[in-house]
T-cell receptor, first 116, second 113 residues
Framework: KAGVTQTPRYLIKTRGQQVTLSCSPISGHRSVSWYQQTPGQGLQFLFEYFSETQRNKGNFPGRFSGRQFSNSRSEMNVSTLELGDSALYLC???????????????FGPGTRLTVL | AQKVTQAQTEISVVEKEDVTLDCVYETRDTTYYLFWYKQPPSGELVFLIRRNSFDEQNEISGRYSWNFQKSTSSFNFTITASQVVDSAVYFCALSDRDDKIIFGKGTRLHILP
Protein backbone atom coordinates (compact mmCIF):
# COMPACT_ATOMS: atom_id res chain seq x y z
CA LYS A 1 0.00 0.00 0.00
CA ALA A 2 1.35 3.42 -0.89
CA GLY A 3 2.10 5.69 2.03
CA VAL A 4 1.09 9.27 2.63
CA THR A 5 2.35 11.55 -0.09
CA GLN A 6 2.89 15.27 0.12
CA THR A 7 3.58 17.75 -2.64
CA PRO A 8 5.63 19.71 -3.16
CA ARG A 9 8.51 18.55 -1.00
CA TYR A 10 10.19 21.93 -0.97
CA LEU A 11 8.89 25.45 -1.43
CA ILE A 12 10.43 28.89 -1.28
CA LYS A 13 8.12 31.87 -0.98
CA THR A 14 8.43 35.50 0.01
CA ARG A 15 6.63 37.35 2.75
CA GLY A 16 3.08 38.29 1.91
CA GLN A 17 2.56 35.51 -0.60
CA GLN A 18 0.23 32.61 -0.10
CA VAL A 19 0.95 28.91 -0.45
CA THR A 20 -1.03 25.71 -0.90
CA LEU A 21 0.29 22.35 0.20
CA SER A 22 -1.21 19.03 -0.81
CA CYS A 23 -1.54 15.72 0.96
CA SER A 24 -2.77 12.38 -0.36
CA PRO A 25 -3.60 9.92 2.44
CA ILE A 26 -3.14 6.20 2.46
CA SER A 27 -5.85 4.54 0.42
CA GLY A 28 -8.91 3.93 2.58
CA HIS A 29 -7.93 6.46 5.22
CA ARG A 30 -10.56 9.11 5.83
CA SER A 31 -8.81 11.36 8.30
CA VAL A 32 -6.05 13.80 7.45
CA SER A 33 -4.23 15.90 10.02
CA TRP A 34 -1.69 18.64 9.52
CA TYR A 35 1.22 19.58 11.75
CA GLN A 36 3.82 22.32 11.73
CA GLN A 37 7.33 21.45 12.87
CA THR A 38 9.85 24.14 13.77
CA PRO A 39 13.07 23.96 15.80
CA GLY A 40 11.69 26.33 18.40
CA GLN A 41 8.11 25.14 18.85
CA GLY A 42 8.51 21.51 17.88
CA LEU A 43 5.56 19.63 16.43
CA GLN A 44 2.30 21.51 16.66
CA PHE A 45 -1.14 20.36 15.59
CA LEU A 46 -2.81 22.52 12.96
CA PHE A 47 -6.10 20.77 12.15
CA GLU A 48 -7.77 17.48 11.36
CA TYR A 49 -10.21 16.77 8.56
CA PHE A 50 -12.54 13.81 8.40
CA SER A 51 -15.12 13.22 5.68
CA GLU A 52 -14.52 16.70 4.27
CA THR A 53 -15.22 18.38 7.61
CA GLN A 54 -12.76 20.07 9.91
CA ARG A 55 -13.04 18.18 13.18
CA ASN A 56 -10.42 19.89 15.27
CA LYS A 57 -8.15 22.91 15.10
CA GLY A 58 -4.96 23.92 16.86
CA ASN A 59 -3.96 27.36 18.07
CA PHE A 60 -2.99 28.94 14.80
CA PRO A 61 -4.21 32.21 13.24
CA GLY A 62 -6.87 32.26 10.58
CA ARG A 63 -4.21 32.62 7.90
CA PHE A 64 -3.88 28.86 8.16
CA SER A 65 -6.75 27.02 6.56
CA GLY A 66 -7.41 23.71 4.94
CA ARG A 67 -9.91 21.57 3.19
CA GLN A 68 -10.53 17.96 2.33
CA PHE A 69 -11.96 16.57 -0.86
CA SER A 70 -14.34 13.68 -1.36
CA ASN A 71 -11.41 11.36 -2.17
CA SER A 72 -9.88 12.29 1.23
CA ARG A 73 -7.04 14.26 -0.32
CA SER A 74 -6.38 17.42 1.62
CA GLU A 75 -4.90 20.81 0.98
CA MET A 76 -3.54 23.31 3.42
CA ASN A 77 -3.33 27.00 2.63
CA VAL A 78 -1.34 29.71 4.33
CA SER A 79 -2.10 33.27 3.30
CA THR A 80 0.00 36.38 3.84
CA LEU A 81 3.12 34.42 4.66
CA GLU A 82 5.37 35.55 7.48
CA LEU A 83 9.01 34.67 8.14
CA GLY A 84 7.88 32.62 11.13
CA ASP A 85 5.87 30.33 8.89
CA SER A 86 9.08 28.72 7.68
CA ALA A 87 8.74 25.14 8.82
CA LEU A 88 8.31 21.53 7.90
CA TYR A 89 4.62 20.85 7.35
CA LEU A 90 3.65 17.27 7.99
CA CYS A 91 0.50 15.54 6.97
CA UNK A 92 -0.77 12.40 8.65
CA UNK A 93 -3.59 10.07 7.75
CA UNK A 94 -5.56 7.51 9.72
CA UNK A 95 -8.45 5.19 8.91
CA UNK A 96 -10.79 6.94 11.31
CA UNK A 97 -10.67 9.95 13.53
CA UNK A 98 -7.24 10.39 15.04
CA UNK A 99 -8.50 12.43 17.94
CA UNK A 100 -8.49 10.97 21.43
CA UNK A 101 -6.01 8.41 20.20
CA UNK A 102 -8.78 6.58 18.46
CA UNK A 103 -6.64 5.69 15.52
CA UNK A 104 -2.96 5.62 14.73
CA UNK A 105 -1.66 8.27 12.40
CA UNK A 106 0.80 7.60 9.60
CA PHE A 107 2.89 10.50 8.44
CA GLY A 108 4.07 11.73 5.07
CA PRO A 109 7.58 13.03 4.34
CA GLY A 110 6.55 16.65 4.78
CA THR A 111 6.79 19.85 2.79
CA ARG A 112 9.63 22.15 3.78
CA LEU A 113 8.49 25.73 3.39
CA THR A 114 11.00 28.57 3.45
CA VAL A 115 9.71 32.12 3.64
CA LEU A 116 12.18 34.83 2.62
CA ALA B 1 -3.63 20.77 30.56
CA GLN B 2 -1.81 18.16 28.58
CA LYS B 3 1.92 18.16 28.49
CA VAL B 4 4.64 15.82 27.30
CA THR B 5 8.17 16.26 28.54
CA GLN B 6 11.20 14.66 27.00
CA ALA B 7 13.96 15.98 29.21
CA GLN B 8 16.78 14.50 27.17
CA THR B 9 17.40 16.82 24.27
CA GLU B 10 20.26 14.85 22.79
CA ILE B 11 21.89 11.52 23.61
CA SER B 12 24.97 9.89 22.15
CA VAL B 13 25.88 6.27 22.71
CA VAL B 14 28.28 3.86 21.12
CA GLU B 15 26.83 1.17 18.90
CA LYS B 16 25.63 -1.96 20.73
CA GLU B 17 24.99 -0.07 23.96
CA ASP B 18 21.49 0.03 25.40
CA VAL B 19 19.79 3.40 25.62
CA THR B 20 16.60 4.60 27.31
CA LEU B 21 14.62 7.61 26.18
CA ASP B 22 12.48 9.19 28.85
CA CYS B 23 8.95 10.51 28.45
CA VAL B 24 6.84 12.07 31.20
CA TYR B 25 3.30 13.18 30.52
CA GLU B 26 0.56 15.17 32.21
CA THR B 27 -3.16 14.78 31.71
CA ARG B 28 -6.26 15.05 33.86
CA ASP B 29 -8.05 12.32 31.96
CA THR B 30 -8.14 8.71 33.03
CA THR B 31 -8.41 7.54 29.46
CA TYR B 32 -5.65 8.55 27.13
CA TYR B 33 -3.24 7.22 24.56
CA LEU B 34 0.51 7.43 24.34
CA PHE B 35 2.66 7.13 21.26
CA TRP B 36 6.26 6.96 20.20
CA TYR B 37 7.40 8.07 16.77
CA LYS B 38 10.81 8.01 15.11
CA GLN B 39 11.91 10.76 12.75
CA PRO B 40 14.95 9.82 10.66
CA PRO B 41 16.84 12.49 8.69
CA SER B 42 14.40 12.07 5.80
CA GLY B 43 11.83 13.86 7.94
CA GLU B 44 8.97 11.38 7.86
CA LEU B 45 7.64 10.34 11.28
CA VAL B 46 7.53 6.60 11.64
CA PHE B 47 4.98 5.13 14.03
CA LEU B 48 6.51 2.84 16.67
CA ILE B 49 3.86 2.16 19.28
CA ARG B 50 0.45 3.19 20.59
CA ARG B 51 -0.60 2.38 24.14
CA ASN B 52 -3.84 3.14 25.97
CA SER B 53 -3.93 4.14 29.61
CA PHE B 54 -5.58 0.92 30.74
CA ASP B 55 -2.82 -1.30 29.48
CA GLU B 56 0.23 -1.03 31.68
CA GLN B 57 1.92 -4.11 30.40
CA ASN B 58 5.39 -3.51 29.13
CA GLU B 59 5.89 -4.24 25.48
CA ILE B 60 8.82 -5.62 23.57
CA SER B 61 9.27 -5.55 19.83
CA GLY B 62 12.61 -6.88 18.73
CA ARG B 63 15.27 -4.57 20.14
CA TYR B 64 12.65 -2.04 21.23
CA SER B 65 10.84 -2.10 24.54
CA TRP B 66 8.53 0.27 26.35
CA ASN B 67 7.95 0.73 30.04
CA PHE B 68 4.62 2.35 30.92
CA GLN B 69 4.17 3.40 34.56
CA LYS B 70 1.02 5.32 35.43
CA SER B 71 2.24 5.89 38.98
CA THR B 72 5.03 8.11 37.67
CA SER B 73 3.25 9.21 34.46
CA SER B 74 6.10 7.89 32.40
CA PHE B 75 6.31 5.98 29.15
CA ASN B 76 9.98 5.25 28.56
CA PHE B 77 11.48 3.69 25.47
CA THR B 78 14.55 1.46 25.49
CA ILE B 79 16.62 0.36 22.54
CA THR B 80 18.73 -2.70 23.25
CA ALA B 81 22.00 -3.29 21.38
CA SER B 82 21.67 -0.01 19.50
CA GLN B 83 22.62 0.25 15.86
CA VAL B 84 23.68 3.19 13.71
CA VAL B 85 20.34 2.99 11.87
CA ASP B 86 18.63 3.87 15.15
CA SER B 87 20.04 7.39 14.90
CA ALA B 88 17.05 9.69 14.65
CA VAL B 89 14.85 12.04 16.62
CA TYR B 90 12.32 10.22 18.76
CA PHE B 91 9.04 11.79 19.80
CA CYS B 92 6.69 10.82 22.56
CA ALA B 93 3.07 11.97 22.15
CA LEU B 94 -0.16 12.05 24.15
CA SER B 95 -3.79 12.10 23.06
CA ASP B 96 -6.62 12.51 25.54
CA ARG B 97 -10.15 13.89 25.71
CA ASP B 98 -8.89 17.22 24.39
CA ASP B 99 -8.88 15.44 21.06
CA LYS B 100 -5.52 16.68 19.92
CA ILE B 101 -2.21 14.92 19.85
CA ILE B 102 0.49 16.70 21.84
CA PHE B 103 4.09 15.90 21.06
CA GLY B 104 7.13 16.24 23.25
CA LYS B 105 10.09 18.25 21.98
CA GLY B 106 11.87 15.10 20.94
CA THR B 107 15.16 13.43 21.81
CA ARG B 108 17.89 13.38 19.19
CA LEU B 109 19.70 10.06 19.41
CA HIS B 110 23.17 9.60 17.95
CA ILE B 111 24.50 6.07 17.68
CA LEU B 112 28.24 6.22 17.15
CA PRO B 113 29.94 3.41 15.21
Amino acid sequence: KAGVTQTPRYLIKTRGQQVTLSCSPISGHRSVSWYQQTPGQGLQFLFEYFSETQRNKGNFPGRFSGRQFSNSRSEMNVSTLELGDSALYLCASSPGLAGYGADTQYFGPGTRLTVL
Amino acid sequence: AQKVTQAQTEISVVEKEDVTLDCVYETRDTTYYLFWYKQPPSGELVFLIRRNSFDEQNEISGRYSWNFQKSTSSFNFTITASQVVDSAVYFCALSDRDDKIIFGKGTRLHILP
